[in-house]
């Protein structure tokens, strides 16, 4: 079997489609997965913090001074540009298809694709909120003061980004809406994923579609009969453009 041939098959066969997409979607874009950034050494506590701790909720508390420092140097690209697997997503839509991203990422790159329907698990980096008030800032509205932390010109309250940090929970009405695309999609496109963060990644025992495609440059285990692809993102859908 022709595993492109029949990928394109299927996607010809199909009007609603969902997309599942983790880090990998968008380390093609040279936005590299946070967990392969280095931890960040304190001498208060003499400790070495994973980029899991960095990025928790108790610590953005406890060192926004540091949290920030971590955050801004490894999670925010702002000249980051869409790569082949999101403008591929938008040209299906431009074809009529009925397109539903739901993503890991936090980048907000599938938007700047053009994809109209993006369900962000973790959030996004470009929505920011103050913890005071609420007034909510884009990132190139951000205030920084003298140890690089955003305030609020309102009230000098610290302006967090809208991104679900490790110990909060993730935003239930992003879910359901997630799990409602996924539950009615006639195939199932899981990339750049390796399935192992929940529960984002149990989402996609919600599918009961017709056809599941796994992209991903290392095994993942996903259900028998899935088509499943080892490969590069951007190889895999250049590939299927030629047929």
Known sequence: MNKINEFKKQLANSQTIAFFGGAGVST????????????????????N??????????????????????YFKNLVFENAEPNAGHLFLK???????????VTQNIDGLHQKAGSS????????????YCT???QIYELDELNLDNEGIPRCPKDQGIVRPDVVLYQESLDQNVVKSAVAAIQRADILIIAGTSLVVYPAAGLIHEFNGDHLVAINKSPISVPSGALV???????????????
Do not use: M, W
């Open 117 to 128: 329907q993006v369900y962000e698990l973790h959030g996004s980096v470009l929505r920011n």
């Open 49 to 70: 913090y994973s980029a899991e701790e960095l990025i928790s909720y108790s610590f953005f508390k406890r060192y926004p001074k540091d949290f920030f420092e971590y």
């Open 132 to 134: 005071k008030c609420g």
């Open 229 to 243: 692809f080892e490969d590069s993102i951007s190889k895999v859908l250049t590939e299927l453009d030629k047929y």
């Open 91 to 101: 040209e299906l839509e431009d074809a009529g298809k009925d397109v539903h991203v």
């Open 28 to 47: 093609e874009s040279g936005i590299p997965d946070f967990r392969s950034a280095e931890g960040l050494y304190l001498r208060e506590g003499r400790r």
